[in-house]
């Protein structure tokens, strides 16, 4: 079968965040799905396989980490959009039936694509103790993002400190159920972006994310509610690094952006 790297949210090859693209006839056993994970070896795989017409949803899509399944994955998804429509698979919008219920990405003239997704309720929590240290700075504020997320948002003192970040990984791990978001409002919006972030999820084998279309569905209502602003754009500060567009519309994100596949091959195993 062919199995396919493709980047996403980025324009351009080695940017943005590499995830394989596997489309199937029907879902194989969890293990042998993990094991491909495991060898790609990406934040994450994805696999899909048409659904019968007719239905709610036109793909079955999930998502794997190396070690472990995962509810949401936002560049992905993208990613596997972007391989339906290049390779002629899947024409128009596609909705794809997942563990965060249906979930839809449309097609531009201009070649991006938009990811309709569940936005991510916030609470405000007490900034737990040991979270500065790990972290490597103060927080100013932390929130929960709720079960489909599953971070912890953590709003940084400015963009230059999001930017040296520097944090111990493993001490990240205790204090959220997938990792942590760290987040400031962009310095000069002139340059394109309204809010930086970056994303460390050590509890699923993923130190540092490169560009995560999840951790924007909690990044949208948070910068907008502070900027009185519904579309924004945001830059994920990773050493690959990419730019996510966030529409917040109520209990839905839209979340923005481009692919492109880097590698092409088969899966022999």
């Known amino acids: 079968m062919r199995i396919r790297i493709v980047d996403a949210f980025t324009d351009r090859p080695f940017a943005g965040n590499p995830a394989g693209v596997l489309l199937l006839d029907a879902f194989p056993g969890d293990d ?7 060898e790609v070896n990406h934040a994450e795989t994805a696999f899909a396989h048409p659904l019968p017409a007719g239905g709610e949803a036109d793909w079955a899509l999930r998502w794997f980490t190396p070690v472990a399944e995962v509810a949401m994955c936002g560049h992905a998804t993208l990613a596997t ?13 596609v909705r794809f039936a997942t563990r965060s219920g249906v979930l839809v990405a449309t097609p ?8 309709d997704f569940p936005t991510a309720p916030l609470t405000r929590v007490d900034i737990p103790e040991g979270v500065a240290e790990a972290l490597g700075a103060e927080p100013l504020a932390a929130f929960d993002t709720g079960p489909h997320v599953g ?17 111990d990984h493993k001490a990240l791990g205790a204090h959220s159920a997938r990792g942590i978001i760290a987040t400031a409002r962009a310095e000069n919006p002139e340059l394109g972006y309204d809010y930086v972030s970056r994303c460390y999820f050590p509890n699923l084998g993923i130190d540092e994310d490169p560009v995560t279309g999840s ?35 109520g209990e839905r994100t839209l979340l923005g952006g481009r692919a492109v596949t880097v590698i092409e ?4 195993a």
């Open 32 to 38: 042998w799905l993990q094991n491909v994970a495991m």
């Open 81 to 93: 959009a972007h391989v339906l429509h290049s390779t002629g698979a899947h024409e128009g919008p």
């Open 108 to 115: 531009a003239g201009d070649g991006s694509l938009t990811l």
């Open 151 to 167: 971070d912890l948002l953590v709003e940084l003192a400015d963009e230059k400190t999001v930017h040296a970040l520097r944090p």
């Open 215 to 249: 951790a924007h569905t909690a990044l949208a209502p948070y910068w907008s509610e502070r900027l009185g602003r519904p579309d924004l754009t945001g830059l994920q500060a990773s050493p690959r690094s990419g730019r996510v567009r966030t529409g917040l519309r």
């Open 265 to 268: 091959g088969d899966l022999l």
